[in-house]
DNA sequence: CATTATAGTGAACGAAAGGTCACTTGTCAA
DNA sequence: TTGACAAGTGACCTTTCGTTCACTATAATG
């Protein structure tokens, strides 16, 4: 025992299926780029969709715990250039950090034919961005740091043009330097016309 | 002759390839589809291939000829309440038009494998709304209908969201009445921060 | 009417897919 | 030392895939 290939299954398949999809994406492939003959595979998954199961729950779980939970909440910014600094942090990650960028894609390929895709997708792409962002600007209106303003509409247009920009970079990586700085831009004038005068 | 068998498979091509992908579509089912066997499809097309390209020509032809050329342009709102009935038409034919939805399907599973894919699906996704709009909001702004600020960014800032909810209804399309009832509230919103005060 | 090209059929093929199984190897507990 | 078990191998099975091909029916052409 004190294997990890069974992890390792995982990380393999997020890497092909990512790339592939799901569809696309064959055990023999799979297997040989963890240096296993395929059958070696079945000694931990019983088949390729139970693979694609496992890797979801996986995908979920990480979701949840990193997302999910209220008190995960970043800090709210203490003013107004804090929220771009902030939000750059954040995209940098979200954005560099290979495996969620993978996770990304993989939800991006399977959304349309699995229904937990489907939901975890809609999470990653919109609504997860946009209820984390109303609490923020929640906290920024009640420090008077932006203008009283419905703050859920108010996170859905910052995030929304955010996430279109991290999908550009998921697409069309060369265009990754660009696009983080029509993110910090759009930041700023965001700021411009919603912060609150006379800070700052 | 006067068959039109060679396009039928195309429209049925991009069913599939919009539902499943194109790894995930085997031309038994495709012909079957079209009540042929699949041995008929190679009378019209010599490979899988040659049909997902003459496919992805079509798309983009269509996209060119539609959206490419700047003659096509809407006309520019004459008031505020314009800017949103325009902008609903638009999203309800985007959304419903069950051609313009697949092709957004199939851009949006087959964007990391074809580099012509991954072009046209950042004119669907991104530039294509944004450069319209910045025509759009240039007008505007001559009329003084919206506050002068860079065009640019105000269309970014506009479509995004739109187009990010455009994507929800592909997704998840029970959100569809939700969603398009988010996009007036938000194109709204939109005109209430940046509509030039004085117009009703 | 004879001819010829076109559209479609059905059987067959080789390759590749997902999956199974008998077997070997290495590790640990009794 | 031995037994048991988890991990990995390689041959093999079945199904399905994309593709080919000899053939037929049809409809237009000379």
Known sequence: MANDTKERILEAALEMFSQNGYAGTNI????????????GVYKHYESKEAIW???????????????GSADRLPPVPDSPEDLTRLTMR?????VHDKKIAMTRKVLTLEQFRDPRARELATKHFLTGLTDMFTRIFTGMMEKALLKKDDPAM???AYTAPISALIHLCDREPEKTDGAMAQIEAFSRHFISIYGEAGHE
């Not at 023999?28 to 059958?39: C, D, H, M, N, Q």
């Not at 995908?59 to 715990?65: K, L, N, P, T, W």
């Not at 954040?90 to 979200?94: A, F, G, I, S």
């Open 28 to 39: 023999r492939e799979l297997s040989a780029s963890l240096g296993l003959v395929k059958s």
């Open 53 to 67: 199961n496992a890797l979801l729950d996986q995908m979920i779980a990480y979701y949840a715990d990193r997302f």
């Open 90 to 94: 954040m995209v940098n990650v979200t």
């Open 154 to 156: 108010l996170a859905f």
